[in-house]
């Protein structure tokens, strides 16, 4: 059976999906709330249910203490000496930041074979 399309409809064009890698290694944004750091690609802070998954991956991932190593980004830089339980930054201070970009992970790749 041989499938016609309808001329009545048009096609359908798939949105790309919007995705985003953490990055592990940014203290603080100043002057700006995101960063274009190439085109189609904005570092900025992660929103709530980016923060959640990226928080379920560490916890699943990650070495052991998992909650010695996820407060890495949830606690105040440098720590204090001798604060004990450590002090949790409010999620909107929290450091978790992401690169966004629209697409899937190839174009991810393809952007870090760039950079090199």
């Known amino acids: 059976m041989t499938l016609e399309p309808n001329a009545e409809d048009p096609p359908?064009?798939?949105?790309?999906?919007?995705?985003?890698?953490?990055?592990?290694?940014?203290?603080?944004?100043?002057?700006?709330?995101?960063?274009?750091?190439?085109?189609?690609?904005?570092?900025?802070?992660?929103?709530?249910?980016?923060i959640a998954f990226i928080k379920d991956t560490l916890r699943n991932l990650g070495p052991n203490p998992h909650i010695v190593f996820q407060t890495l980004w949830e606690t105040p830089w440098p720590p204090s000496i001798g604060s004990s339980p450590p002090v949790l930054l409010p999620e909107h201070e929290a450091r978790y930041f992401v690169i966004a970009y629209q697409g899937n992970n190839l174009v991810l790749h393809d952007w870090k074979a760039l950079s090199i």
């Open 12 to 50: 359908q064009i798939a949105e790309p999906i919007e995705s985003y890698a953490f990055v592990t290694n940014v203290g603080r944004l100043t002057d700006g709330v995101s960063y274009v750091i190439a085109p189609g690609y904005e570092l900025r802070r992660a929103r709530s249910r980016e």
